[in-house]
C-alpha cells in the first residue's frame, strides 16, 4: 500500500476507534515530533511530555479530524501548542526568579546543552539498533540488556555458542559502521 493511502486508511481506522492503527501513525511520527519538541524546549523531560500530551489529546481528539490527509500536519499543529504552552511556562517561570548571575546562566546553558547531545546520541544508539535484523537485536538485547552469555543466548534461543557470538560481534560492527557514518534511517 502506498505511504499516503497507508497513512489515510489507519487514520480513518483510528478515527473508528481502532487503537492499533493509532498506534502505527505514532510509530510513524514519533521520532520527527521528539526532534521537534527538542529542539525547541532543549530538555529531554520536557520534550517527552510534550510528545506525550500531544498524542494524547490527538488520540482523543482523532475522531474530530476532518481531512485524513491532513493527519500529520494537525498532529504537529497539536505539538506546536504543547511546546509554546510549555515555552510561556517557562517564561512565567523566569519572571518570579531572582536575577541569575551570568554563571548560573552559563551552568543551566552547558546543562541543556549536555542534555540535547545526549538525548541525540541515544537517538543515534536506537537508530543503529534498528538497522539490524530481528535475530540480531534479539542476541544484543540478550547480551546487552539481559546480562546474558553466550551459552546461554545459546541455550534459550536454540542455537550454537559460536553463532551467537558471530552474531553478536557482526551486530556490533554493524551498528559501529551506522554511528561512524551518523546514517539516519
Partial sequence: MEDKNRIV?????????????????????????????LYRLGNVQDAENAV?????????????LKV??????WLFKIL??????????????REHMESDTVEDMAER????NREVDTA??????????QALNDKDRQVVTC???GEMNSREIAETLHMNQNTVRSIYNRALDKMKRVLEKGEVL
Fill in 80 to 93: 506546536h501548542n504543547k511546546i509554546n504552552k510549555q515555552i510561556s511556562e517557562y517564561v512565567k517561570n
Fill in 143 to 145: 547480551m546487552i540488556y
Fill in 52 to 64: 506525550s500530551d500531544a498524542v494524547v489529546d490527538a488520540y482523543v481528539g482523532i475522531k474530530n
Fill in 68 to 73: 485524513e490527509e491532513a493527519f500529520r500536519p
Fill in 120 to 129: 541525540i546520541d541515544k537517538s543515534l544508539i536506537e537508530q543503529a539498533f
Fill in 9 to 37: 486508511y489507519l487514520v480513518k481506522q483510528a478515527k473508528n476507534g481502532d487503537s492499533h492503527s493509532f498506534a502505527q501513525l505514532y510509530e510513524m511520527y514519533y521520532k520527527d515530533l521528539y526532534r521537534t519538541a
Fill in 109 to 112: 546553558l552547558e546543562s541543556r
